[in-house]
């Protein structure tokens, strides 16, 4: 049997500071995008509840020691949603919180798509879509092959799932049944130029991962228990590689953004005026956040 | 003037039908496995191409780290840089023109932007790939890779220094990129031959022209500086096989003691190694320069020596080039 490490359990208790810490991260997120004044908004806040799960509940790892070499890894192929995984780093420990503010520019570790060099914390340096996927194969090949108690997780968008070079990956991965590697897509139906379905269909995606030889697991990728029950689940299949495909809604937490591919490609500040003016975008969004859409009245309750 | 000491060319060099004929790739197998076996942490990866390449040679002795990827160079490239994420030094091989020439956006992101140890093994490069046809035939690999940050780019010479060339790209730091090609040539150069990535060796002495030559076709420009002895001109030779870094003093040097440079590679002459040298000269030491190499055109069926000859390719179409930049020449 091959050396599995066990994710732990997840309270009730542990569930609610969680959902809490997904949204201080978007504030911090929809923050720092505005100071930037480009970047992407819909993407990343559609990520927010995954990548809070992954790095305060999923993950072997440690901030003080992020080469440590046991660690799980964690790949983000779709790089543009980089942004995310910032924030949800700076509130893990990996470096202060002020540096968010550096997003984008001259001399920042925070490039604008994720930069390994920059941080070898990042794992990989991506961008480019779609290659992440074999990277995260290569990986996890060797982690396999020497017994590694390390697993490796690669968060992927759908949109970039039409790039060729994904399938490559998926094939080697099917044929040498990499039960160390967890891909998690990102299915928010969006890309820049419009809808996925009318982009470059996807669907019918499971069966496209089954026939690749891949474990499909179907999520709502707002939901904390059911992301984390599904890594639990990933870890317990050995045969085969594992892809969670997590339904989300892009611009998830924020009201006017959600589910507008208008909000893919631009920050609070530049975004459409339809609901609000420019001026106003990241105030009104941080508003909402807050009284968290409107469930209760005040910031203070 | 003749070939100096150093050089410790084989010493029947002038003597083709003496030496043996092989491919350089053949020495690319044999440097993987003489560095499979210095070091534990190396890899080799093969696009569907393992015994043309010569990556079988590593499979054979070192089956454990052999991988076979299938026809996806695009993944060739960007599995082999996670595994070098994991502090494995991985060779990919395949034909150059596929690898690089069809994932060259994995190698820059995935191998240079993350500056790993990725190899990148371009077999079959250059026309004389032979009735393969232009499609196999990669010409504009040189230019691919030099342009990228962080590569490193050797085309050797021979068999052997091919060999050499392997072993130190699998010592290096970072990515490095070795072409090499499929034909039978002549091995002229001995073990006692210096090679060091960064440094050109003078083959031949001479302060008329300088012939600079990379690949197999430095062969051809020793032969063509033996047929312009006989008209007087006396001409220097220099194996440029470390194209990226280039030995710029070695250039440079050839530049201000003979005048004038022509430089021969089995690649396009715009922006391959001739292009390096006159970036190189423009900016330090102005001569004229005449390139050979294809010239902006691919190339088509036939047999090898038979492309090299119609392609201009050969110690005649070296001579010629000599004779039209001495008269260029101040």
């Not at chain 2, 220099?238 to 280039?246: E, G, L, R, Y």
Request: hydrophobic share 40%; net charge neutral; aromatic share 8%.
């Amino acid at each position: 049997m091959p050396h599995v490490r066990d994710i732990p359990t997840l309270t009730e208790k542990k569930l609610l500071s969680l959902e809490k810490k997904a949204n201080l991260i978007r504030q911090d997120l929809l923050q720092m995008l505005e100071t930037a004044g480009s970047g992407h908004s819909a993407g990343p806040l559609g990520l927010a509840d995954i990548f809070t799960a992954l790095y305060f509940h999923v993950l072997d790892h440690d901030p003080k020691k992020p080469m440590w070499k046991d660690r799980d890894r964690l790949l983000l192929s779709c790089g543009h949603v980089a942004p995310i995984r910032y924030a949800t780093m700076a509130h893990a420990g990996y470096f202060p919180k002020s540096e968010l503010k550096t997003l984008r520019k001259f001399g920042s570790k925070l490039q604008g798509h994720p930069e390994y060099l920059m941080m070898p914390a990042l794992e990989s340096t991506s961008g480019p879509l779609g290659d992440g996927s074999p990277q995260s194969a290569g990986m996890a090949y060797i982690g396999k092959k020497e017994g590694a108690p390390w697993h490796v997780y690669c968060i992927m968008s759908d949109g970039e799932l039409e790039a060729g070079i994904t399938w490559e990956a998926a094939m080697f991965a099917g044929k040498h049944a990499l039960h160390n590697l967890t891909w998690i897509i990102d299915r928010n139906n969006i890309q820049i130029d419009g809808y996925t379905e009318d982009i470059m269909p996807l669907e019918p995606l499971r069966d496209k991962f089954e026939a690749f030889n891949f474990e499909v697991v179907e999520i709502d990728g707002h939901n904390i228990r059911e992301f984390v029950d599904a890594c639990e689940y990933s870890k317990s299949v050995w045969e085969r590689p594992v892809v969670i495909i997590a339904h989300t809604i892009p611009g998830r937490g924020v009201d006017f953004m959600e589910f507008d591919f208008k909000w893919h490609g631009v920050p609070p500040g530049s975004g459409p005026e339809d609901k609000y003016k420019k001026p106003n975008q990241l105030n009104e969004a941080l508003k909402e956040l807050r009284t968290l859409g409107g469930k209760i009245e005040s910031e203070s309750e | 003037m003749t070939v100096p000491k150093t050089a410790k060319l084989n010493p029947a060099w002038r003597k083709k039908e003496s030496l043996k004929q092989i491919p350089t790739r053949n020495g690319f197998g044999e440097g993987l496995v003489e560095a499979g076996k210095a070091d534990k942490n190396i890899y080799v990866l093969s696009a569907d191409l393992t015994e043309s390449t010569r990556a079988q040679m590593f499979k054979d002795v070192f089956p454990e780290r052999f991988v076979q990827m299938g026809v996806s160079e695009q993944s060739l490239a960007a599995v082999a840089a996670g595994m070098a994420l994991t502090g494995k030094t991985v060779w990919i091989a395949s034909y150059a023109c596929f690898s690089p020439g069809r994932n060259w956006e994995q190698i820059r992101t995935t191998g240079c932007l993350q500056r790993v140890n990725l190899k990148i093994a371009g077999a079959h490069a250059g026309v004389s790939v032979g009735p393969d046809g232009a499609t196999h035939q990669m010409t504009e690999d040189i230019a691919l890779m030099r342009v990228l940050p962080e590569m490193k780019v050797l085309v050797p010479c021979d068999a052997i220094e091919t060999r050499k060339a392997t072993v130190a790209a699998s010592k290096m730091k970072g990515p490095v990129y070795v072409r090499f090609a499929r034909s039978g040539s002549p091995v002229f150069t001995t073990e006692k031959t210096p090679f060091e990535v960064g440094k050109a060796q003078v083959f031949r002495t001479g302060n008329d022209v300088a012939i600079i030559g990379c690949g197999p076709l430095v062969y051809e420009a020793l032969m063509a500086a033996e047929e312009l002895s006989k008209l007087g001109i006396e001409a220097r030779v220099i194996n440029n096989v470390s194209i990226k870094p280039m030995d710029e003093k070695t250039i440079i040097a050839a530049a201000r003691e003979c005048g004038a440079v022509v430089t021969i590679e089995e690649a396009q002459a715009a922006a391959g190694m001739g292009g390096a040298v006159c970036e190189l000269l423009a900016e330090t030491y102005p001569v004229p320069v005449e390139r050979i190499g294809m010239q902006d055109r691919f190339g088509e069926s036939g047999e090898p020596r038979e492309l090299l000859e119609a392609f201009g390719l050969t110690a005649p179409a070296i001579v010629k080039a000599v004779k039209k930049i001495m008269k260029r020449k101040a």
